[in-house]
Structure formats: structure tokens, C-alpha cells
């Protein structure tokens, strides 16, 4: 962040805090332990130049696992470790549904779409949203075709570049689309379509400057830096152009819709708002069709590919995980048939890969915000309704009572002495209780069916040797974004 901004917003905060009021010792008093907050700025004192993960992680050793902390003027309820947030979100799911925002990202959804949507209109587009990939493929065979079709147009692009070093982002984000595509807008794009490329791009942007440094910042102060330049504009033009382009598609499916054989998920959605149209009270409006497919077309490219390029870049640093897994794959599948789902009951190892690249990525560390939807009793404490909570899954996923070696890239974390598939109630990558990620479904399917397609067609290379790859991430913050690198795909 540039020094000028920094010396400008620590003058214009200092002056603010002479003229503000601290929080009611009384609200303060109802919530769990925590460091005092100055007035306005909360407890920016006690942040980590590091980030907001580093510094829950360090008041966590001074307060335990549920404390306070104030976010500029606002209090958050931090839950740390797999018993606090399994007893928030599981045992006491409905007091905990609530959803908080995310600040960079709030100017454009305001609490609207499936994600950041509460209350009756939440329940409504979630079981809307889940009945409707239900019924265009989720855990059907259908979805898995789509992927496997999709993984054999991968393997024809890498063969393209015979072996040589390329960046992967672009294609790992070009076929994770693509199926959230097939199903939202009824078709899948080239990977050389420019405006694919450019909307997946700005994918990539938005989710690297929420989870960057100004994006933590502008987590504690959006209130007041809002009304200044910064990276927060430009994630906001990202999504206007996106929600542009969802717009354009929504006009077209009007012009083309058949009643009576709707094609995807727009199609349906149309219907339903036809449907009722003459309720004033309908959650199915224009606005709530946009920010549910931005809400579905972002969280089925980003995680999943984002989960792909760490993948790959861990089995580039152990390359002899790597090779089991191609043992395996040859043993299981061999090289003249597409990998399929039923094979990974067959292949623990490859499996236990899987789920340890998932804990180890800790792609959502901080967990999406939650609110609790009213005064809630938790450990002693009373969590005032509307307050934010921040579970933290970085703390679940590294729990050394649950991972024997929690910091280091070790696939025996899911593997039990017959070499069996090792559950953990501590793997919760895509959050837990009611609030769980929607396509949880579908990136399980994706991440087995893509990553053993690769290996089973391609070796992985790269210029440096393992022993020098860094596994740190480029940044880490609302999201964990991995470093970038180039890898080669060598024909096996």
C-alpha cells in the first residue's frame, strides 16, 4: 500500500478519534473477552501488520477461542478452533445463519443474491438454488459428463503446449467456469473467447484485492474509505461489468424462452418470476436474478480453480505424491478410459491428496462472515442480534488435536494404517451447518474427476527444483490467493 495513504488515513483517523465516542460499556459488556477498542478505530492497534488472520491467531493465545474484536466501530465475535465452531454452527445453526458482509464486495450484492442474502429471502433462493442445480445435475451423472467432457478439452489445450512452462491460472479458471456456465447459462465458452477471458480475469482480480492488504484494511474502515480512491473501486467496476454481462444473457433468455423446456438455471429462474409476478412480497425479482448468478458464477470459478493451481503447485514441491497418485490411477483406471467417479472409492490415496490439498490451500481462512439472526447465548456470553461472527477456518483445518503435523503438506492427515480413507469431523473447507457452500457438491466432483485427468495424461515439471518452490500464498486475507508460478505438462 502506497506510504502517502498510509500517512494520510493515520492523520485523518487520529483527528476522528477526537471527536467520536467509544462503544456502550454496556453492549461491550455482553460479549465475550477482548482487548479494549479505542473509539472509531476499534482495535486497529492490536492488528498485525501481517493481516487480520495473524492477528485473531494471536489474540487467540491471550483470550482463548471466542473473543471480541472490534473491526473499526464495529464489534465481531471470533470463533476459533472445531468445538467453538461446530457448536455455532451446527449445534446452534439457526441463531448463527445469519450472514454478515464482506466489505469490498457489498456496494454491488447490499445483501442481496444467495450468499449475502438473510432472513426469509436467504431460505428462499438457497432452496431455489439447490433444487435447481439439483435438478440440471448436481450429484446426477449428467454433471459428471460435463466435467468429463470438460477434462478431455483440457487435456487437448496442454497438448498444445508440449511441455512448455505456461501459467495455469487462465485454463483453471477457463473449465471450472465452464461447468457453473453449462448450468447458469446453458453453454460453455472457448478458452479463447476474449470476453470469457476478461470476465474471469476480473474473477481473479476482485478475489485477489479483497484478500489483500487494502482489503483487510477497508474490512475495519469501508465507512470512511469509501469515499476515496482505492483498489475497493476497481473490484467495484469488476462486478458491474460482470452483473453487465449477466444482464445481457437475462435479455436474451427472455427473447428465446420455451415454457415448456426450460434450458438452464436463468430459464427456470424466469419462470418462477413470471410465476409470481403478482406477489409484491416474491424474493423472485430482476435484481435477486443477478446477484444469485454473480453469487453462483463466482464461487464455482474461483474456489475450485484456485483450489486446482495450489494443487498443482504442492505436487510440484512433493513430487513423489505426485507419482503415487499416477500409480494409483494406472492400477484403478489405467490410460485408456476417463477417470469416473465410482474410481475414487477405489483410490484412498488419491483421495487423501485431495482432502489434504483442500486443508492446506485454507482457501476461506477467516470462513465467509456470519451474523447471528437474534440476541444469542453462547458460553456464558450474550451476542447482541446483527452482530457479525467471524468462524475461522484456518483454526478448524489446523487443529493439531485433529492434523499431527497441521502446518505441513501431509496426505497420511486422511489416511488411517491400512491405507484407508481417514475421515475428520476438523475437514470443513467448505464451512459446515446451514450456511455450507451450495456447490460443495460439485467441487468435490471437479476437483477428482480434473486433477486425475491431468495425471493420468501428464506429468508435472518445473524450472526450479522442489526444494525451493514456496508454498507461501501471494495474499491472505478474506481469501487465500496462491503465488504465481509456470509449470509444464509433459505427456506420460
Not at 60 to 85: H, M, N, Q, W
Not at 127 to 139: E, N, Y
Request: aromatic content about 10%; overall charge neutral.
Amino acid at each position: 500500500m502506497d506510504s502517502v495513504w498510509l500517512l494520510l488515513l493515520t492523520a485523518l483517523l487520529g483527528l476522528l478519534v477526537l471527536l467520536a465516542r467509544g462503544p456502550p460499556a454496556s453492549r461491550r459488556g455482553r460479549l465475550p473477552p477482548g482487548p479494549r477498542p479505542l473509539p472509531l478505530l476499534g482495535n486497529v492497534l492490536q492488528m498485525d501488520r501481517r493481516g487480520l488472520l495473524k492477528s485473531f491467531l494471536a489474540l487467540r493465545d491471550k483470550y482463548g477461542d471466542v473473543f471480541t474484536i472490534y473491526l473499526g466501530s464495529r464489534p465481531v465475535v471470533v470463533l476459533c478452533g472445531p468445538e467453538a465452531v461446530k457448536e455455532a454452527l451446527v449445534e446452534k445453526a439457526e441463531e448463527f445463519s445469519g450472514r454478515g458482509p464482506i466489505a469490498m464486495v457489498h456496494s454491488v450484492f447490499q445483501g442481496q443474491g444467495v450468499i449475502f442474502a438473510n432472513g426469509h429471502t436467504w431460505k428462499t433462493l438457497r432452496r431455489f438454488s439447490l433444487a435447481t442445480l439439483r435438478d440440471f445435475g448436481m450429484g446426477k451423472r449428467s454433471i459428471e459428463e460435463r466435467i468429463q467432457e470438460e477434462a478431455q478439452c483440457l487435456v487437448e489445450e496442454l497438448r498444445k503446449s508440449q511441455g512448455a512452462l505456461l501459467d495455469p491460472t487462465f485454463l483453471f479458471h477457463s473449465i471450472t467456469a465452464n461447468i457453473i456456465c453449462s448450468i447458469v447459462f446453458g453453454e460453455r465458452f472457448s478458452y479463447h473467447d476474449d470476453q470469457f477471458q476478461d470476465l474471469l480475469n476480473r474473477f481473479n482480480e476482485t478475489f485477489a484485492l479483497t484478500s489483500s492488504t487494502w482489503g483487510q484494511l477497508f474490512e475495519l474502515f469501508s465507512g470512511f474509505l469509501k469515499f476515496f480512491p482505492g483498489p475497493h473501486r476497481r473490484a467495484y467496476s469488476n462486478l458491474t461489468i460482470i452483473n453487465d454481462y449477466i444482464a445481457d444473457s437475462v435479455e436474451k433468455h427472455k427473447e428465446s424462452l420455451d415454457p415448456s423446456a426450460p434450458r438452464d438455471f436463468i430459464d427456470v429462474y424466469l419462470l418462477r418470476m413470471e410465476k409470481e409476478k403478482g406477489d409484491p412480497s416474491t424474493e423472485f425479482h430482476y435484481k435477486n436474478l443477478i446477484l444469485t448468478v454473480l453469487s453462483l458464477f463466482f464461487a464455482g470459478t474461483e474456489t475450485t480453480s484456485t483450489t486446482l493451481r495450489y494443487g498443482c503447485l504442492m505436487l510440484l514441491k512433493y513430487p513423489w505424491v505426485a507419482e503415487k497418485v499416477q500409480d494409483e490411477i494406472d492400477q484403478v483406471i489405467g490410460r485408456d478410459r476417463p477417470p469416473e467417479l465410482k474410481d475414487r472409492l477405489q483410490m484412498p490415496y488419491t483421495d487423501a491428496v485431495i482432502h489434504e490439498i483442500q486443508r492446506f490451500s485454507d482457501l476461506i481462512p477467516l470462513g465467509v462472515p456470519h451474523c447471528v439472526t437474534q440476541d444469542t447465548s453462547f458460553r456464558g456470553y450474550l451476542i447482541p442480534k446483527g452482530t457479525e461472527v467471524y468462524p475461522l477456518l484456518s483454526t478448524v483445518l489446523h487443529d493439531p488435536k485433529y492434523f499431527e503435523k497441521p502446518y505441513d503438506f501431509d496426505p497420511n492427515h486422511f489416511l488411517d494404517t491400512q491405507g484407508s480413507l481417514k475421515k475428520s469431523e476438523a475437514f470443513i473447507p467448505f464451512s459446515s451447518g446451514k450456511r455450507v457452500c451450495l456447490g460443495e457438491g460439485i467441487a468435490r466432483m471437479e476437483l477428482f474427476l480434473f486433477l486425475t485427468t491431468i495425471l493420468q495424461n501428464f506429468s508435472l515439471s518445473s524450472s526450479m527444483v522442489p526444494a525451493s518452490i514456496d508454498l507461501t500464498p501471494r495474499e491472505s486475507g478474506v481469501g487465500t490467493v496462491p503465488p504465481i508460478y509456470k509449470l509444464g505438462f509433459l505427456p506420460r
